[in-house]
């Protein structure tokens, strides 16, 4: 996905042809992806101790929220924001795998978290949906588009689903971005509302020479990290 200096920002696309997967647990071994952008500023982790020795803890008081990432993904500055097409803003970026192609900086993954309106399975569904299309979709063609059924968590008494979105990119000649992706939402009842976390990273990297796709184990991580904050 194409990075902006300073800020993250998102491809713009329309909303791809959807279809349903059988349930996408926390355990299935292809979780999918997406990709994101960098910022030439970062912030300090949450001043927490990680469950996953090496990595960092990010806290968001608003969606009230907790994940980790790895400790080799850069978090952006507390204003970075992105909005998905479905109109959800998410903060707290960290970005992974950055790298230039073509004057462009591109990145392999990006995690975020936010706040959306609905019940937990059906904001999960249209923003995992929503960020597949975005990141893999371009001005002339949409991603093909297919999302699995919730699954449904409980993290430390919150309830909440797990969905995953696998995309496609159509064919362009575009030589930097990845070819296909996963976005994975956690969504969970917060104090807040539906609070959602996103992880979106390249599952196949196309003929773009860039770092490889992040590691399924670590997007297991991540994902299984989600917690509420009271």
């Known amino acids: 996905m194409a990075v902006a200096t300073g800020a993250l920002v998102l491809v713009a696309g329309a909303f791809a042809v959807v279809g349903v997967l059988s349930p996408a647990g926390p355990d299935s071994g292809d979780l999918p992806s997406a990709t994101s952008v960098a910022s030439t500023r970062t912030r300090e982790a949450a001043p927490e101790v990680p469950v996953n020795q090496g990595w960092r803890v990010v806290l968001d008081p608003r969606a009230r929220l907790s994940y980790e990432v790895p400790g080799d993904w850069v978090l952006a500055e507390d204003d970075q924001s992105l909005e998905s097409s479905s109109g959800v803003r998410l903060g707290r970026l960290a970005d992974y795998g950055t790298y230039l ?22 904001a999960a569904s249209e923003l995992a949906a929503a960020i597949a299309a975005d990141q893999y979709s371009d ?26 979105a696998d995309a496609e990119a159509a064919e362009s000649g575009d030589q930097c971005v990845g070819s296909r992706g996963t976005v994975t939402v956690v969504a969970l009842a917060t104090p807040a509302g539906t609070g959602v976390v996103v992880v979106a990273t390249d599952t196949e990297a196309g003929r773009a020479r860039g770092p490889e796709p992040v590691a399924q184990a670590d997007l297991k991580k991540i994902t299984d990290s989600v917690r509420p904050r009271r």
Not at 101 to 113: D, N, T
Not at 140 to 147: C, G, H, K, L
């Open 101 to 122: 192609c073509q004057g462009a900086e591109y990145g392999r993954a990006f995690s975020g978290s936010g706040v959306a309106a609905g019940p937990p399975e059906r």
């Open 139 to 164: 001005a002339s063609q949409t991603a093909r588009v297919t999302v699995s059924r919730a699954t449904p968590v409980v993290r430390d008494g919150a309830r909440g689903v797990l969905v995953r």
